[in-house]
């Protein structure tokens, strides 16, 4: 077993309802920590009793700031329970005193880069460098043998749970789980050309190239960037429709599906777009306020499509969900839209409110939470809940990614903000004029609001950028 560093946040701040937030997010998350035979890890929550492949290893390493112990169980399991022909469990369950891996879907692919960042949290462990290359390789080997059945080079989806959009009504006939190794037959739109799926195979590439930078084989990490970027190049071919600046799916007769979708943020989140395409969706889609931009921003389809569905429940044809919030994080610092997170985290701590009520979705126009789920009213739905620490993070204190530490300004109010690993305590002091920050007792900058500045692990500064909406 590795030997762990020591990890954990505290928070004050006088702006009452964050405060509130932070503590009640802390607090209910507890409530998913669970033991799986021995071995405690997050849950989904929410009434989802299991973990989830889209969800918990990304859900885990947020969590990691808190428990490294459960951020990297939420890793290990994963590829554990990897098959022998390289399918991962789209989720894993506990019933009768085991552990049951679920094969009935591909469930997202929210994997890849948390599962390296535990690496760098967690002390460079090799084993489990090695572990996650290996498992990434075959993953990404099994999804090209079997989910390309018509050879035209554009991974498929084939029920509405290979991309987690529950009751999406784009799926049309589709299943919801499908444990076959072929796709199901007859239906009107699948197996239909995925830009989720291929891009599950762009973040393994991706990070497989990094992981062969870190061994220092410079050969195998060129190999793994020229495949990525093979699957990038076919994503912009096949799915990328120029004048319309979006990447849209193909149904299985290769036709253009037009529904304007919230994926293209999920390309985002995964890397797999070029910037110049990022550039178009935020600027054309996402900040347009009659499709992504809505007073609660970020509906799953735009709302001006003719596919949107403003349906209370678990459905992915409409309200935004806070699985999205969380993921648009990752999504918009790969791409530099660092204003964008403060306005997004505020959206969501001021829809969950005083009642800190944590829930799935959210309706667009008025932003009330949607609470009614799968059994009664919902709380502690762990995206949510760790969406709004993660927002806090950047919006007053500091995160971790890898070697580089993001620290932000944007707070409102006086607070503190200190993140514990190891030996090391990194700390940000804000009030309504400026922010200071500290590594251990040692200052290492003063900056005004609204900012986001990038430093080493010993405080060397390495980008700086500003701005808020």
Known sequence: MIELPNSSVTFQTSHTLVQKLFDEAENKCRINRKDFLGRTVLLEGGGYEKIFLETQPMGGEMYAKRDLRVGLNNQ?????YQRADGRMP?????????????????????????????????????????????????????????????GDGCLESWCTFDTGEDHAVRYED????????????GCRIVPMASMDVMSF????RDILSRICR??????????????????????????WDEAKGACFYRDKEHRPLPAMLHNN????YWGSISPDMAHRFVTEHLL??????????????????????????????????ALTYQRAIRALENYGYDDLIPYLGWKLMEAIGERCVFVQQYDPFTSQPSAV???????????????????????????????????????????????????????????DSHAEAYINERQIFSAPKNCKILTDLKGNILRISSGSL
């Open 76 to 80: 290990l399991l994963f590829m554990e």
């Open 90 to 150: 789209g989720s894993i369950m506990r019933r009768d005193g085991r552990l049951i891996p679920e094969f009935n879907k591909l469930s997202g692919f929210c994997f890849p880069a948390p599962a390296l960042n535990l690496y760098y949290l967690t002390g460079r462990d090799p084993d489990y460098l090695n572990l996650l290359g290996s498992v990434l390789e075959r993953f990404d080997a099994y999804l090209w043998r079997t989910h390309d059945t018509d």
């Open 174 to 185: 589709a299943p919801e789980p499908w444990s076959e190794e072929h796709p199901p037959a």
């Open 201 to 204: 195979s762009f973040s393994a």
């Open 214 to 239: 870190i061994r220092g084989d410079e050969k195998a990490e060129e190999l793994w960037r020229r495949k990525a970027e093979e699957v990038r190049a076919k994503i912009r071919t096949y799915l």
């Open 265 to 268: 943020l999920r390309l985002m």
């Open 288 to 321: 347009n306020p009659q499709e992504f931009w809505t007073p609660m921003p970020l509906p799953s389809v735009a709302v001006n499509d003719p596919q949107f569905r403003n349906i209370p429940t678990n459905n992915w044809s409409g309200q935004p969900q």
């Open 373 to 431: 789920a799968l059994e009664g009213e919902q709380d502690a739905y762990g995206p949510a809940m760790l969406a709004v620490l993660e927002y806090i993070s950047r919006i007053y204190g500091v995160h971790r990614e890898g070697e580089t530490l993001y620290w932000g300004t944007y707070g409102h109010g006086e607070s503190l903000y200190a993140q514990e690993w190891g030996d090391d305590t990194f700390r940000l002091v804000q009030d």
